[in-house]
């Protein structure tokens, strides 16, 4: 019987392969995601997670808020 992988190691497994996040809801864990980016990684924020865009400049975007 295969277990189910915690949500925060999914999480890391899509932030390896992903090009573009899109965050559609707040979590904890998403706090610290700037630090996690691939200089090539964007990020589209549903929520608002951060007012200042978590200092990822030209690669964040806020959407439907």
Sequence with gaps: HRH???PHHQHLEVLGH???LVVGRIDP????LPGRLRPD???VD???LWDDGGGLGE???GLCW
């Design 59 to 61: 690669r964040y975007r």
């Design 46 to 48: 549903q929520v608002r």
């Design 18 to 20: 992903a090009e573009v």
């Design 29 to 32: 864990e998403f706090v610290n």
């Design 4 to 6: 189910a992988d915690p």
């Design 41 to 43: 990684q964007l990020v």
